[in-house]
């Protein structure tokens, strides 16, 4: 019966929004100032940059592990369908409090060449790492890479190599541009209102022209995936390509057409993967299960940006829940929340620790109230197509599905969707050769399509620049 109601009521709104005939008027979007007036007179140079924790921060760090208070015992059997299992956060307090050695670990976070520079009154921090090779035959491609929420430039350190390392049989390589977004980890945070994807896109797309890129390709998942999607949309002069491993087609036609299959899926997705997305009342469910946070920090982000990033028992506990379950939505159900399946707890608290050190739990939380403020949610934004070259790369344990034939009706040009065999949220931090591999793959297809009209001499040979799918 609820099932039956929850169809109905998904059916309605998806009426209402398709009748709705408010014209798409293309925003305007403003190289606004998001800094404090301090900044006003920033230069833009780009300064190198070392992470460097003081020490004092540490300590006060294994002051406030070492007196916390006792620990909620989790219900027997729980696992972790209640949140964290609270006995098992125990173990990773005591490791990161004895075992945990920052001095290490910032000097591998320091590995990679960073940055920072002035971008619209904010310090953006960035790696930018360029391949290492001699040989001046390979091309190289700049690659903006963007994470997101509750990700940071950490997720990059292992696919960072193997995206800059050159392949025997590809005539390029990247060199690879990891931004920290701004309001999380080491860039700084807005001081007004209204800093959402498409305004941060704003903001990449300046850093990528800051560095001499005009032409470049994007990859992205979670915020980083939306960032992307937006910037292919507002400069396709500037985007080469864009790889997505997480594409979101939002286009309203597509709420209909995910509520039609719900009773004839044939029309909507392979059969083969209709157990993604169907029962609609299943995934429907499991997805209210598994976004309460979002609810929160879109309508009150400062309240539980206070209390999460007060303790560092706080913090631990709210994104090392994400690391679980959003891998595989199966950990719940294990003791041990299948959190060393895929990562190390040192991997995992480096994340963490980028959030500690500064500060930053609550302006990377009110991304999700900017992108959900009346005047984003009716800009028509994800109306507009993108009509670059794109590719999909669909996550077996990704948090929701799009198929196919709803994605190219917001990406025109969809050169490549890949079903991949492993993987959940953060596959480059998870399983990043699967990663690497699907981004060459897709670089290489784009610049052979390139090259092709580049011989033929077609006008407009960027723009044109389509073929059709393999699947
Ligand atoms: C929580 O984790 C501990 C340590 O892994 C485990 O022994 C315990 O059974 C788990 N508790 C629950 C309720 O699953
Ligand atoms: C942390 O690592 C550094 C560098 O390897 C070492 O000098 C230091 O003694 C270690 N600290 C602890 C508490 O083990
Ligand atoms: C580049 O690679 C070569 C060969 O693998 C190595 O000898 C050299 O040290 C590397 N240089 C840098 C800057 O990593």
């Known amino acids: 019966m609820w099932k039956t109601t929850t169809v109905i009521f998904v059916l309605a709104i998806g009426i209402a929004l398709l009748l709705r005939t408010n014209p798409v008027n293309v925003p305007d979007l403003p190289e606004t100032f998001w800094g404090p007036e301090r900044n006003k007179e920033a230069s833009k140079e780009v300064r190198s940059f070392t992470i460097a ?10 002051e406030r592990l070492k007196n916390r208070r006792e620990l909620v015992e989790p219900l027997e059997d729980a696992a972790w369908t209640y949140g964290m299992n609270t006995t098992y956060l125990k173990d990773v307090l005591e490791y990161w ?36 090779v001699s040989q001046t035959k390979l091309k190289i491609l700049p690659l903006l890479i963007l994470h997101g929420w509750p990700g940071s430039v950490v997720e ?23 931004p920290s977004l701004p309001g999380y980890g080491f860039s700084q945070a807005a001081v007004r209102q209204g800093l959402g994807p498409p305004q941060m896109a704003v903001i990449f797309k300046n850093l990528m022209l800051r560095l001499g890129h005009d032409k470049f390709y994007t990859q992205g998942g979670d915020w980083g995936a939306a960032i992307i999607t937006h910037l292919s949309t507002f400069f396709p002069n500037n985007v080469l390509g864009t790889h997505s491993n997480m594409c979101m087609g939002k286009v309203k036609s597509n709420t209909l057409w995910r509520f039609i299959g719900a009773f004839i ?10 157990n993604r997305m169907y029962p609609l009342g299943y995934h429907t ?25 007060a303790s560092p028992v706080a913090l631990a506990a709210y994104i090392l829940e994400k690391f679980s379950t959003w891998t595989n939505p199966e950990y719940r159900f294990r003791a041990d929340g299948g959190l060393l399946e895929k990562f190390t707890l040192d991997e995992l608290l480096d994340n963490i620790m980028l959030y500690w050190v500064t500060n930053s739990f609550t302006t990377s939380v009110r991304l999700y109230a900017e992108q959900f403020t009346k005047a984003s949610m009716t800009n028509g934004i994800d109306e507009l197509p993108v009509d670059v070259p794109v590719a999909c790369a669909a996550f077996p344990h990704e948090l929701a599905y799009e198929p196919k034939s709803l994605l190219g009706n917001k ?7 890949n079903h991949l065999p492993r993987g959940g949220h953060f596959p480059a931090f998870e399983e990043p050769t699967l990663l ?3 981004i060459f793959n897709f670089v290489f297809t784009v610049e052979n399509i390139r090259k092709k009209n580049n011989a033929k001499n077609t006008p407009n040979a960027e723009k044109k620049i389509k073929e059709p799918m393999k699947i």
């Open 411 to 417: 990406f025109t040009n969809l050169i490549q969707f």
């Open 156 to 178: 990059f350190q292992k696919i960072i190599p193997l995206l800059t390392t050159p392949r025997p049989d590809k005539d390029f390589v990247f060199e690879v541009i990891a």
């Open 97 to 132: 409090s004895t075992n945990y050695n920052w001095t290490e670990r910032q000097a591998l976070l320091n590995k990679y060449p960073q940055y920072m520079t002035n971008i619209q009154g904010l310090d953006i921090h960035f790696y930018r790492v360029k391949p290492n």
């Open 436 to 438: 690497a591999d699907d």
């Open 265 to 274: 899926p044939s029309l909507v997705v392979e059969s083969e993967y209709a």
């Open 53 to 62: 924790v003081s020490k004092s921060v540490i300590d006060d760090l294994n």
């Open 285 to 309: 469910g499991r997805l209210l299960e598994e976004t309460g946070y979002m609810h929160i920090q879109a309508s009150k982000p400062d309240t539980i940006g206070t209390a999460v990033a």
